[in-house]
């Protein structure tokens, strides 16, 4: 839900915000919380409050850390602001900034066209290959980029799939909603898929492409699967034959100047992201680039500990407003800079400096994540696999209301707690927390591709309502699953 409240929810907000931050700070003291804690607990209940109501736009909200934090004694400004300027925001400002290079030059078009145009006509092997097409260009884009992009080709072969038949327009509502859940599902394979993914970055350092992929790829593998499956066989039951025209008529053409720069910059730093840390294979381990260039003298040796994900990114989107484009200026221009989206990028400050916030006073028990790790250690006590079932599907059914980078934002300094105080891995809960803000499948108001495919007015409620529950569920354990295979 992250297009903005409802008018009577917004003003609700706007006063229920504060209220609950007065209410926290005026309050007796809480049992086992510091009154950091306990101050920190009440700047992140009015900060939720604003977040989930849309009082004003989540990108201003999410300021109030800025302000509040040093008022109330919590931590310094310059700490707080350095919160604002983790290396995981440039991550995705510079991926972001690439992904608006290669749209301007129609190379995420051509893209998406090649996959189409491997399945043919046939509809189960065109909605298998649409499915990939739209959930792996989703690794790179943003799930709303994405279902933007796909979108009108979307509506075209719903337009002329069969003669206006039933089984035809149940086709086209595959297609359209297919569209919404696969650029989620594609998402979570990559770091820079979602923004919750990056919080999850930022708040636990040092996790490459490599490490994540590890889990996020199987993840990917089997939600596309068992969409394909929910969708042919159950909620929308695809025929095995059914007119459809050619996904693209004639031979493609030749790649522009522009297209080919772009695509080189684009796997230049999809390479560099892959290859920064070492990778093992079985008996034999590669070395990143940056550990093997400073043994080669080309670049100092604390430059290998330095250079980030994030550094790449970055560099790729100075380079590409450097190059030269084919029509006059250059492959990345101003305007793309005011494309950016700076309130997401002040969303994910704001969880960093939340996350900072909730350790303090460093090392004491009353900090607020040690307080919320002790107030849900009855859940600790219970098997893994029921701990980790147990989070994704509260995640999962809790995100068809609320906005997922607010979940992530929000949830993820929580399982990291949790984690810390049981001396557990804090990437098991973290992956399956995040992961899980994204399996919101089932409500036109779960996520903004949900809203927009639904918007179309041809595909049924009730339809989608079934294809979600479905997708809801199985998502969340198969996050479960896989994260706890991958990590234990």
């Known amino acids: 839900m992250e297009e903005g409240s409802h008018p009577t929810v917004a003003r609700v907000g706007l006063l229920l915000g504060p209220l ?3 209410a926290l700070l005026l309050m007796g003291p809480i049992e086992g919380l510091h009154p950091v804690g306990q101050r920190t607990l009440a700047v992140t209940a009015w900060l939720a409050v604003w977040w989930f109501t849309e009082p004003i736009p989540s990108g201003l909200a999410s300021l109030l850390p800025l302000a509040m934090f040093p008022a109330l004694g919590i931590m310094g400004a310059d700490a707080v602001a350095r919160g604002y300027q983790r290396d995981p925001i440039f991550l995705f400002l510079g991926g972001f900034l690439v992904a608006l290079a290669a749209e301007h030059c129609g190379l995420h078009r051509r893209m998406a066209q090649a996959v189409l145009r491997t399945f043919g006509t046939s ?15 989703s690794w790179w884009f943003s799930n709303t980029a994405t279902t933007l992009l796909f979108l009108p080709s979307a509506r075209a072969i719903a337009d002329h799939a069969g003669a206006g038949t039933d089984a035809s327009r149940r086709f086209g509502s595959a297609i359209l909603l297919g569209t919404a859940l696969a650029s989620s599902i594609g998402g979570m394979a990559s770091p820079i ?16 492409f490599s490490e994540w992929m590890r ?9 596309i699967a068992v969409l394909w499956v929910v969708m042919t066989f159950v909620s929308v039951r695809i025929p095995k034959d059914l007119p459809i025209p050619a996904a693209d008529a004639g031979e493609p053409s030749p790649l522009s100047r522009d297209e080919k720069r772009v695509a080189a910059v684009f796997l230049a730093m999809v ?56 029509n006059g200026g250059k492959l990345l221009t101003r305007d793309h800079m005011k494309a950016a989206p700076w309130d997401v990028l002040v969303l994910l400050g704001s969880s960093f400096a939340l996350a900072d916030a909730f350790e303090l006073p460093k090392n004491d028990p009353g900090s607020l994540s040690s307080w919320i790790a002790a107030s849900l250690r009855g859940l600790t006590e219970q098997p893994l696999a029921v701990q980790l079932a147990t989070m994704a ?6 995100g ?35 992961l899980a803000t994204s399996c919101s499948f089932m409500l036109p108001v779960g996520t903004p591709p949900n809203a927009l495919v639904y918007a179309t007015g041809r595909i049924p409620l009730r339809m989608m309502l079934l294809n979600g529950v479905i997708m809801d569920v199985v998502g969340a354990l198969v996050v479960a699953g896989v994260v706890g295979w991958v990590r234990t």
């Open 20 to 22: 609950a931050c007065a």
């Open 123 to 137: 509809p189960r092997k065109l909605l298998f290959g649409y499915l990939a097409a739209v959930s792996f260009i």
């Open 193 to 208: 898929g979602t923004v919750p993914n990056t919080i999850l970055v930022g708040q636990i350092g040092g996790i490459g």
């Open 215 to 223: 889990v996020g790829i199987p993840v990917w593998l089997i939600l």
């Open 271 to 326: 390479s560099l992201w892959f290859f920064r840390e070492g990778l093992d294979v079985g008996a034999f381990r590669m070395r990143g680039w940056g550990d093997a260039l400073a043994e080669m003298g080309w670049l100092p040796k604390e430059a290998a500990s330095m250079v980030k994900d994030g550094t790449v990114a970055v560099a790729a989107a100075v380079l590409l407003a450097v190059l030269p484009s084919q």
């Open 393 to 398: 599907l509260v995640v999962t059914f809790f």
């Open 400 to 434: 068809e209301f609320a906005s997922n980078i607010a979940c992530a934002a929000l949830l993820v300094p929580i399982g990291i707690a949790i984690a810390k105080s049981t001396a557990a891995d804090p990437l098991v809960y973290g992956f399956t927390i995040t």
